[in-house]
């Protein structure tokens, strides 16, 4: 690690750059597109509302801080070690298994919240398969024996944290991949064992990933609605959609959005300060083969039962109950139909993946070479839009859009006579950008805690040699970045298949995606018919993931050498 | 990172390009529709084939497809918007996104009670709003009313779902209706004493709960429990025959039933299909498919019902007016806040 001032960096580039007004400009852009909707919510702060405050805040709106606090402590702290220990594990030890574990451990990511709820639900509730059987085999009745209830704050925070620890897992792995195996001899050479390593050395030089990954599950959490709202558990998100649409109170419920995102920002803000004036680079760039601890006995059991639960209880099982339920009474659409929606699911979410890794990049990049406050400042707004609900953002961005629309329309009947309809609200194009505006954070964070680890020294060489700014990050930091890079594409990539509230409000007409399929079948209690469909995104979403994971592999700078 | 934008963009704008594609045919009907039964596919097939002009759908929930025709305003494609609920209807109605019908189909087929005075908007389909009971261990004979779900004698024995959900909210908004805030206040109040957990899953839920012996009685749509006893899944229909069905407050206003219906929205682009479409819900073939694809009772007098459902014979409905419903709304939502009615 080296200690090394942020001042140090952006004057040398300014010294060397002669465009740093264009990448300036262009992160003020892509800060200011992405930043619209979350500029939309927040102009609702000084509305009046009349009466609505008192009444939240005498009836429900302590439940709301309660079940958001609690949930989002058990799923930030649940994902956090079982992202980062099952991360080390693949990395750092040989078992049994290790090359499988590598990209199952992923799995889970293809899972929707609202699809995991919908199995598990199906599979516990007191009608259910598993006390049903419990209650014949025992001559048991109701009420006779103990089961925890599955809909209730700790089973939502439970299944939240089995699908959404593999963004810890993900970015973490990335950040172990990407260590310098120095760094570690240094520590072994210092008479350091394995599990002080781990502690002292390998996560502390891994903090920006870890922060990164744990925000995004954080982030994740707080605008959870499917699962929540499913289970009868009132968050935070929950009680802005009741605002809103039951008690009729938009600008209610747009205040109640911001003091979510005022409550995101000051955790980021937190993180930021502790980390202090402390920046992790990379120092060297001598890669090797990382070393492996090789596991036997107990030891190595012990690994493999570590790996192969969250894997079980996120992936497998749920796929199990749904397959089965999909056999058994699948959905009457299967078919072609289904080809449709599964077309407009992928290419919604490819689309968005590369737009928005593509506008990470220019945002890290330009705060890296430009590094004022007002950057910095831009950055983190255009990575807010992950924090509000999907059908938050979805009113945020429709709302401009489609005062846009209208100007152009009113201007064209008043001039040509005729109208030519919705250019931007009615197509895809709105529904894109709502994508991108929400999970830019997700491709920011990745690659912003892989490019903090690239050393200034290898900008300042590259520069030094006549390179400009564009070429240092297209032959330098590009390839250096590149697994974080297939990171951050596989998260928004899932992220898109998944996406349910903003699809639904933005989407065209005629235009159908799994996700929307699965939950109009669920929202209808139908949740054997909504299975066929949840299994489709689920197997679309591995797809990626697995290819993705194994180039990830072989990205490792210096595996190649071997 | 250049080679992705220049690849990104034609494919952007291909997809863009094609969702515009389908709806710029020319004899077409654009539908908002916060209805997703598989036979609404039969509907708007039949109205195809009967009429040649294309339904284009997109379905979501009512409120935001209100929020989103709002927003669309003059270039708004909308055409018809469909919602199940009659509290939604007078949501739209109030949002001043419908317009004006005159149809003397539709004056001659519907009852006026599903008809709007100015037609802004037409009933098309009703659901009732009912009670359940353990037939094994209950004798259906002591409940009769909604009322009586807040007798403390049924205390720990109630089961309904959650407030956020918009049946229970047109519920309680009926009762604000017939015994005022103060009435419905303290009924709220007795059916969460009542309650033998936390509300929680969906109607079909609330039925299972009382198969299992969780529950005594339970509220639900008619419609989940007719599911259930036709379900292909042999747990479902021996769950569904423990349990039988009570239509309540039949000595006095009738059992509380919440409408589907659809209206005309205001500058319509395809203002006479758009009629023609709502004429044609008013059809025996159209009011057949909701009967038979959902199982809801239809609205036209003569159309063959389904086979359960004419098994129950005619049952007295409440004839409250369905604007009360939409204006008590907000109400209910503070009444379950109020009274810890999650």
Redo the contacts between chains.
């Keep these: 690690m080296s200690h090394s001032d942020s001042r140090g960096l952006s004057a040398l580039t300014e010294r060397f750059s002669n465009r740093v007004n264009v990448w300036s400009v262009t992160l003020f852009l892509i800060a200011l597109i992405v930043a619209l909707p979350v500029i939309v919510i927040f102009a609702h702060i000084f509305m009046p509302t009349e009466g609505v405050w008192q009444?939240?805040a005498s009836?429900?709106l302590p439940r709301y801080l309660t079940n958001t606090f609690w949930l989002v402590l058990m799923v930030g702290i649940g994902s956090l070690v079982i992202g980062t220990g099952t991360a080390w594990l693949v990395v750092m030890c040989r078992f049994p298994g290790k090359r499988i574990f590598e990209w199952a451990l992923l799995l889970p990511l293809a899972v929707p919240t609202y699809v995991i709820a919908y199995a598990y639900?199906d599979f516990l509730?007191?009608?259910g398969?598993l006390?049903?059987l419990l209650r014949d085999t025992f001559g048991w009745?109701?009420?006779d024996y103990f089961f925890p209830?599955i809909?209730s704050l700790g089973g939502a925070a439970a299944l939240i944290t089995l699908v959404l620890y593999p963004y810890v897992y993900l970015l973490a792995r990335a950040s172990f991949l990407e260590q310098s195996v120095c760094v570690l001899d240094v520590g072994r050479t210092l008479g350091r064992g394995p599990w002080h390593l781990f502690a002292t050395v390998a996560v502390p030089l891994s903090r920006p990933a870890l922060v990164g990954g744990v925000s995004l599950v954080l982030m994740e959490t707080l605008n959870e609605f499917g699962a929540v709202?499913?289970?009868?558990v009132?968050t935070f998100t929950?009680g802005i959609?009741?605002t809103?649409?039951?008690?009729?109170?938009p600008v209610a419920a747009a205040q109640l959005a911001a003091c979510l995102l005022t409550f995101v920002v000051a955790l980021v803000l937190f993180e930021r300060a502790s980390r202090g004036k402390r920046r992790y680079f990379h120092s060297t760039n001598r890669y090797q083969q990382l070393p492996e601890y090789p596991l036997y006995g107990w030891r190595a059991a012990s690994a493999l039962v570590a790996c192969l639960l969250p894997v079980l209880i996120g992936f497998l099982l749920p796929s199990a109950i749904l397959l089965q339920m999909a056999i058994?009474?699948g959905d009457?659409?299967f078919g072609t139909r289904f080809i449709g929606f599964a077309f407009n699911s992928l290419?919604?979410a490819?689309?968005a993946a590369?737009?928005a890794?593509?506008m990470a990049?220019?945002l890290s990049y330009g705060v890296r070479i430009h590094n004022t406050p007002f950057a910095r400042v831009s950055s983190r707004i255009a990575a807010m839009g992950y924090a509000i609900p999907g059908?938050v953002v979805a009113?945020g961005i429709?709302?401009p859009f489609?005062?846009l629309?209208?100007a152009?329309?009113?201007w064209l009947?008043a001039n040509y006579g005729h109208?030519i309809?919705?250019i931007f609200?009615?197509?895809?194009?709105i529904l894109?950008y709502a994508y991108v505006a929400r999970f830019l954070a997700v491709s920011f964070n990745a690659v912003e805690a892989s490019l903090g680890k690239v050393t200034p020294s290898m900008d300042a060489a590259a520069r030094t040699l006549g390179q400009t700014a564009g070429g240092t990050?297209?032959r330098i930091h590009?390839p250096l970045m590149r697994s974080s890079l297939l990171a951050a594409g596989i998260l928004v990539f899932v992220d898109v298949m998944k996406e349910l509230p903003a699809t639904?409000?933005l989407?065209?007409?005629?235009?159908?995606t799994l996700a929307?399929r699965a939950h109009?079948?669920a929202?209808?209690?139908?949740l054997?018919e909504a299975s066929t469909a949840s299994l489709a995104i689920v197997a679309v979403g591995i797809i990626p993931v697995i290819l993705l994971s194994v180039a990830m592999r072989r990205a490792r700078p210096g595996s190649s050498a071997r | 990172m250049m080679k992705t934008i220049r690849f990104a963009a034609p494919v952007a704008a291909v997809l863009v390009g094609s969702a515009f594609a389908s709806t710029a045919l020319a004899d077409e009907l654009n539908l908002y529709s916060a209805r997703h039964y598989d036979s609404d596919e039969r509907l708007y097939t039949a109205f195809t084939e009967e009429t040649g002009i294309e339904v284009n759908v997109l379905e979501g929930d009512s409120d935001q497809l209100i929020e989103r025709i709002q927003r669309e305003g003059v270039a708004s494609p909308a055409d018809v918007m469909l919602t199940v609920d009659a509290g939604r209807l007078w949501r739209a109605e109030q949002e001043g996104i419908f317009q004006g019908v005159e149809s003397d189909v539709l004056a001659e087929r519907l009852p006026e009670s599903m008809r709007h005075p100015e037609g802004l908007w037409f009933g098309f389909s009703q659901r009732a709003r009912a009670i359940y009971y353990n037939r094994e261990n209950f004798d259906p004979s002591q409940i009769s009313a909604y009322e009586d779900l807040a007798d403390p004698q049924f205390e720990g024995g109630v089961c309904i779902r959650s407030s956020n959900n918009i049946y229970n909210q047109s519920l309680l908004a009926s009762m604000i209706a017939h015994h005022g805030e103060e009435g419905a206040e303290e009924w709220a109040q007795g059916v969460v004493d009542n309650m033998a957990r936390d509300p929680e899953g969906g109607d079909t839920d609330q039925i299972r709960g009382v198969a299992s012996g969780q529950c005594d009685l339970a509220v639900a749509n008619h419609y989940y429990y007719v599911r259930l006893l036709k379900s292909d899944d042999d747990d479902d229909r021996e769950a569904a025959r423990k349990v039988g069905i009570i239509f309540p407050n039949q000595d006095g206003r009738g059992a509380h039933v919440n409408v589907g219906g659809a209206g005309v929205v205001e500058g319509a682009p395809n203002r006479e299909n758009a009629v023609r479409f709502l004429e044609f819900l008013s059809s025996e073939t159209a009011q057949e498919i909701f009967a038979s694809g959902n199982n809801e009772f239809p609205v036209v007098d003569g159309v063959k019902k389904d086979p359960v459902l004419e098994s129950w014979g005619n049952f007295k409905k409440d004839n409250l007016n369905i604007s009360e419903l939409g204006e008590n709304n907000p109400e209910a939502i503070r009444i379950f806040d109020r009274v810890g009615w999650r």
């Design positions: 009444h939240l009836t429900v639900t509730q007191v009608a398969p006390q049903s009745e109701y009420g209830n809909r709202q499913y289970f009868g009132d929950t959609y009741r809103w649409f039951g008690l009729g109170e058994a009474e009457s659409l290419s919604l490819t689309i590369l737009l890794v593509g990049v220019l059908s009113v429709l709302i489609a005062w629309d209208n152009i329309n009113t009947q109208i309809g919705l609200s009615g197509s895809a194009f894109i990050l297209r590009t639904i409000i989407r065209p007409f005629n235009f159908d929307v109009n079948l929202a209808d209690e139908r054997a």
